[in-house]
């Protein structure tokens, strides 16, 4: 059946069994790659990221390597060459770049992955076919779509109102924790080096500002993390969950550690608890000397800092050996495995090297490869949804007896 309204519901989904059914009569080398962008959560599933990956794509229609097909649902499905599996990997590792974080993109319960679906036409045509119709079916029956207008972004009146919000807001229900895990390289058993504390700004959202985009502005938005640094200290003065851990960390400015509120903090820690704090790549390098101070303060007290965030790329513009810090973030990436590209690998392991493995936590882990990767490049601690899946069985609030204080923190 050849489809010619192009307005038709499930014109797409058509076109795409059409294409694979007569693709089946010549299949050798081409294969079909169905990447799931439906199953996004909402705030990443937006029209401007659906058309940013399309155009990733686009490239590669335009050499005749791939036919694209935008179905109804916003997924995309590609019937590529076998010369464009390369260009099409590493499109595809950039869209994985793009939504990290979010749960579509880890693999299931099973290890099966969630987000792109590859089909060899010469070995599964029918069952690309079956999946394609069973998407046009779908699309003949779907409700039209309707798209709520965007949120309007804060301005200083509004942010004004939010700040009052905050500063009598209970923001305890929206207080998130993660733990970082060591892993002794020989044994592979796990210790828990700290848990990571944190506050969820969606539900925060959701609760003061429902109808309006935090995010608009990022000078505000700064402003505004700011009080949420105050509250998430005094809700931690009293939090159950980091009550007997030897180890604490939290997401802070740099300004609030030089803070009455910071001070108060430390007051109230429970003998021998030692804290972390976590700040930003970003901050350190508009506040330098801010950044010294805060570190020399944090150590005068037995405490450690840590850089978060850190890239390949933030790496190379940021000495960060000479920022000494006691800890420092790297974001795992898909990348990282590019077996193409050993060299690549060979001058991150350097860079590892250079800050000292000991001090690196790979964050982000979403896959026992990240944990293999980082092993390999002499990091023991991690973090992410991997680690966080692997520490269910552990009970809370408190860890093991023998937790490690912070790497280079005094006693």
């Known amino acids: 059946m050849n489809a010619t309204n192009q307005g038709a519901k499930g014109y797409q989904e058509t076109l795409l069994v059409d294409t694979l059914d007569r693709v089946r009569r010549n299949p050798e080398g081409r294969k079909a790659v169905h990447i799931r962008l439906s199953k996004l959560l909402p705030t990443n599933r937006t029209p401007v990221r659906i058309k940013i990956v399309t155009r990733m794509f686009r490239v590669l229609e335009s050499g005749r390597q791939a ?64 999946a394609a119709q069973q998407l046009r079916q779908e699309a003949q029956v779907a409700p039209p779509k309707t798209q709520a207008a965007p949120l309007p972004p804060i301005t200083p009146a509004m942010l004004d109102d939010v700040q009052k919000k905050l ?33 969820s700004v969606g539900d925060l959202q959701r609760m003061i500002a429902p109808t309006i985009n935090l995010f608009g502005d990022r000078s505000l938005f700064q402003d505004l993390s700011r009080t949420m640094d105050i509250r998430m200290l005094e809700t931690m003065q009293r939090h159950p969950q980091a009550r007997g851990m030897p180890c604490i960390s939290l997401n802070l400015n740099l300004e609030t550690i030089l803070t009455t509120a910071f001070g108060t903090f430390i007051q109230h820690l429970e003998k021998g608890q030692k804290v972390i704090v976590e700040v930003t790549a970003a901050d350190l390098l508009t506040n330098i000397n801010m950044y010294i101070d805060v570190r020399n303060v944090m150590a005068s007290m037995g405490h450690a800092i840590l850089i978060d ?21 790297i974001v795992w990436a898909p990348e990282l ?20 493995a000991d001090k690196v936590i790979l964050s982000r882990c979403d896959s026992a490869a990240a944990l293999s990767w980082g092993l390999k490049t002499g990091i023991c601690v991690f973090q992410g949804h991997f680690l966080d899946a692997f520490n269910k069985t552990r009970k809370r609030p408190a860890p093991p007896a023998g937790v490690r204080p912070p790497a280079g923190a005094t006693k």
Request: aromatic fraction near 8%; charge should be negative.
């Open 67 to 130: 036919q694209i097909f935008n179905l109804s649902n916003d997924d995309l499905v590609l019937i590529i060459n076998g010369g464009a599996q390369r260009d099409v990997n590493n499109i595809v590792l950039r869209v994985r770049k793009l939504f990290e974080g979010d749960p579509v993109t880890l693999d299931d319960a099973d290890g099966n992955d969630q987000f792109i679906a590859w089909y060899d036409l010469a070995l599964d045509a029918a069952v690309a076919i079956h």
């Open 337 to 356: 495995l590019d077996v193409a590209n050993p060299a690549g690998n060979a001058n991150t392991s350097a860079m590892i090297a250079e800050i000292g």
């Open 309 to 329: 965030g850190l890239t390949t790329t933030t790496i190379e513009m940021l000495d960060v050996a000479a920022m000494k810090p006691n800890y420092v973030k």
């Open 167 to 199: 500063a009598f807001a209970n923001v305890a229900p929206f207080v998130r924790d993660q733990v970082a895990l060591r892993i002794n390289p020989q044994t592979k058993e796990a210790s828990i080096e700290f848990y990571e504390f944190f506050l």
